[in-house]
């Protein structure tokens, strides 16, 4: 049996986070003694964790690991916070899954610092919450209401367009046994929201910001890496989400004006957050925060960027810079 | 009207369940580095031309821009 060295960070993900392994090639590299592992690995283990003593041991094959609290600086933390969804799992594998969520949430006692500690992933993931701390920083918001009542849509409708942004309080995602279904931010017209159902969920519904680009700010730290959205083509934004016209978009770094980058740091301490993935949009000299995801991947960045976002993370997980 | 008929669940569209994300043959997860490397010289997939260019999205699956880790 390896007993291997006692690793000082533990990082929590799934073994197809990508992310993640650009964060770990930058740890290894940096001779940092790390332990990840994967929620979805979990059945090939073989876990103990001694509440009398807090420590945990995992064992694969020849290989044995003891995690002391004590000795465990950083854990970054890519798992989810909660489960959506999963309906395709029969009920067995569904406790299972369940139950293995509760054990990584046990894993809090693990780690003096987190990127990001799950309570606060938690809380900065539920976008009331985090448009409040939003506005609470500095940030401008579009005109905005969160709930089923259809009157807030005489308030909100563009003078100039008459439409409206609808988007979910939570994710719009489902999985059962045969599909996959998601739902993007839509921009349509306020009579074709006017004539839906509103009662049977709460939802955001926002003025539509027309002419916007969108920009997407990676928050490590005190540093923020910021790119401009736009159509390839053109150079111009992209109407409504740009997430369904990726064949299409470029991505070129930009730098913030200093008042929004103060937002954007207000708004990560004010979250309890290391990391983030803000998205804004800017219309002349105006930038309105949409969201932001405390888990928002980033190696789609890289490529065309060069920024050092994954050996930023590994140097804070180090400890080089706190 | 029912759930059906709601603003945001019209919106949503389908897709079918997608395949696992696709490992470049050659290359193994390892426990020990915790991460996907080369089965014959350990070196990181993240650091050869055999990956990908990443996606916005977890795991390739199409949820959008992230998969808020599921």
Redo the contacts between chains.
């Keep these: 049996m390896n007993v291997?060295a006692q690793p000082n960070v533990l990082?929590i993900s799934?073994?197809?986070?990508?992310?993640?392994?650009?964060v770990?090639?930058q740890l290894?590299l940096k001779s940092v003694r790390?332990?990840?592992l994967n929620t979805d690995q979990f059945t090939e283990l073989a876990i103990s964790y001694d509440p009398n003593r807090g420590v945990l041991s995992v064992r694969?094959?020849a290989?044995q690991f003891y995690l002391n609290p004590n000795d465990i600086d950083a854990v970054f933390f890519?798992?989810?916070?909660y489960?959506?969804g999963?309906k395709?799992l029969d009920p067995h594998n569904a406790l299972s899954k369940q139950h293995w969520q509760s054990f990584v949430i046990g894993l809090m006692s693990f780690g003096r610092r987190w990127i990001n500690h799950p309570t606060n992933?938690y809380m900065a993931?539920n976008k009331m919450n985090q448009l409040r701390h939003a506005a609470q920083s500095g940030f401008k918001l579009p005109e905005t209401f969160v709930g089923n009542d259809p009157r807030v849509l005489g308030d909100l409708t563009s003078a100039t367009s008459g439409r409206v942004a609808?988007?979910?309080l939570d994710?719009?995602?489902?999985?059962t046994?045969?599909?996959?279904?998601?739902?993007?931010t839509?921009v349509q017209d306020a009579s074709e929201?006017a004539s839906?159902?509103?009662a049977?969920?709460p939802?955001i519904?926002q003025e539509a910001l027309e002419d916007k680009i969108d920009i997407r700010a990676t928050i490590v730290g005190d540093q923020i890496f910021a790119v401009k959205i736009v159509d390839k083509a053109t150079g111009t934004g992209i109407d409504g989400?740009w997430?369904r016209e990726?064949e299409r978009v470029s991505y070129q770094p930009t730098q913030l004006p200093a008042n929004v980058k103060t937002h954007c740091l207000a708004l990560m301490k004010s979250l309890g957050l290391f990391y983030g993935?803000i998205d804004l949009a800017s219309i002349g000299e105006d930038y309105y925060f949409l969201e932001i995801?405390p888990?928002?991947?980033w190696?789609?960045l890289?490529?065309c960027t060069e920024f050092p976002i994954s050996e930023t993370i590994a140097n804070w997980l180090k400890g080089d810079k706190d | 009207?029912?759930?059906s008929?709601?603003?945001?669940?019209?919106?949503?569209?389908?897709?079918?369940?997608?395949a696992?994300?696709m490992i470049p043959g050659g290359f193994t997860?390892s426990?020990?580095?915790?991460?996907?490397v080369d089965s014959e010289t350990n070196q990181?997939?993240?650091?050869t031309a055999h990956?990908r260019?990443?996606?916005?999205?977890?795991?390739?699956?199409?949820?959008?821009?992230?998969?808020?880790?599921?």
């Design positions: 291997a990082v799934n073994r197809f986070d990508f992310s993640t392994d650009y770990c090639a290894k790390y332990l990840r694969k094959d290989f890519r798992a989810a916070t489960l959506r999963d395709g992933v993931e609808t988007k979910g994710t719009l995602f489902y999985r046994k045969e599909e996959i279904g998601f739902g993007y839509e929201v839906s159902s509103w049977e969920l939802f519904v989400d997430r990726k993935a995801n888990t928002g991947e190696g789609w890289m490529n | 009207m029912s759930v008929d709601h603003v945001v669940i019209k919106q949503i569209i389908t897709f079918p369940i997608p696992s994300p997860y426990f020990v580095d915790g991460m996907w990181p997939l993240v650091q990956m260019d990443p996606e916005s999205k977890k795991n390739d699956v199409e949820t959008g821009e992230d998969q808020k880790g599921e």
